[in-house]
């Protein structure tokens, strides 16, 4: 299994531009979920999902989109990228199972820089 | 809402030192707790948890109880190695709910 997958590793972009996140998973865990990690604030989510066409909002939701077509992928959408949205992103997956005793499997991480 | 206060360090110690990294929390259910560990150029990945009060988490020398009474979920190791430098998340989850809310981070160093 290669877990959770994310492209790009690394991306720069000039403020305006718009871009997707790749996020991939191949456990077929039901939960995905995208957090941005910003020094001396933690992990915030951005949007979650519980399932292949449901989406919902989470702590951070402005000026990101997603959806959820298929069980394994969960792109993140920057539609109109601003210097505030530089941050580490994350892309996460759980099973449903036992809901919040389950693990969150995290990916490596895409560094976004917005110019 | 929902929230996780950690000891933001930076923590820097010897080899076979004692770590002890505070967390406390805000929930108004029956959380789960968890502690969350990020090494360097890599994802998260969890390093215990513990689902009901009194439970004790533990895995690779690291433990953490969680206690009620005092909000608390402290993350303890023995003696740390070169090798448990990373950060170090406090995150929980509240009843039948998957989303995490996280502390702010704890960068820990450990020196040879």
């Known amino acids: 299994n290669a877990g959770v997958t994310q492209t790009p590793k690394f991306q720069v972009l000039k403020t305006g531009q718009s871009m997707t996140l790749q996020c991939a998973q191949d456990?077929?865990?039901?939960?995905m979920s995208w957090y941005r990690q910003d020094p001396g604030m933690g992990l915030r989510l951005i949007h979650y999902?519980?399932?292949?066409?449901?989406?919902d909002q989470g702590e951070v939701p402005n000026g990101y989109n997603v959806s959820r077509s298929t069980t394994e992928d969960f792109p993140l959408r920057l539609l109109s990228a601003a210097p505030s949205q530089t941050s580490v992103y994350f892309c996460?997956?759980?099973?449903?199972?036992?809901?919040?005793?389950?693990?969150?499997?995290f990916g490596p991480g895409t560094r976004l820089t917005v110019l | 809402g929902d929230s996780v206060t950690q000891m933001e360090g930076p923590v820097t110690l010897s080899e076979e030192a004692f770590l002890t990294i505070n967390c406390t929390y805000t929930?108004?259910?029956?959380?789960?707790l968890f502690w969350y560990v990020q090494y360097p150029g890599e994802g998260l990945q969890l390093l215990l948890k513990?689902?009901?009060?009194?439970d004790k988490g533990s895995n690779k020398g690291f433990e953490a109880t969680y206690r009620k009474e005092t909000t608390s979920f402290h993350l303890e190791k023995g003696s740390v190695q070169v090798s448990d430098s990373a950060v170090y998340f406090c995150?929980?989850?509240?009843?039948?709910?998957?989303?995490?809310?996280f502390g702010a981070g704890t960068t820990v160093t450990v020196r040879a």
């Open positions: 996460a997956s759980s099973s449903r199972g036992t809901g919040s005793h389950n693990e969150q499997f």
């Open positions: 999902s519980v399932g292949a066409g449901i989406t």
């Open positions: 456990m077929n865990h039901e939960y």
């Open positions: 995150a929980l989850s509240d009843f039948n709910d998957y989303k995490l809310s």
């Open positions: 513990a689902t009901k009060a009194d």
């Open positions: 929930a108004t259910g029956y959380p789960s």
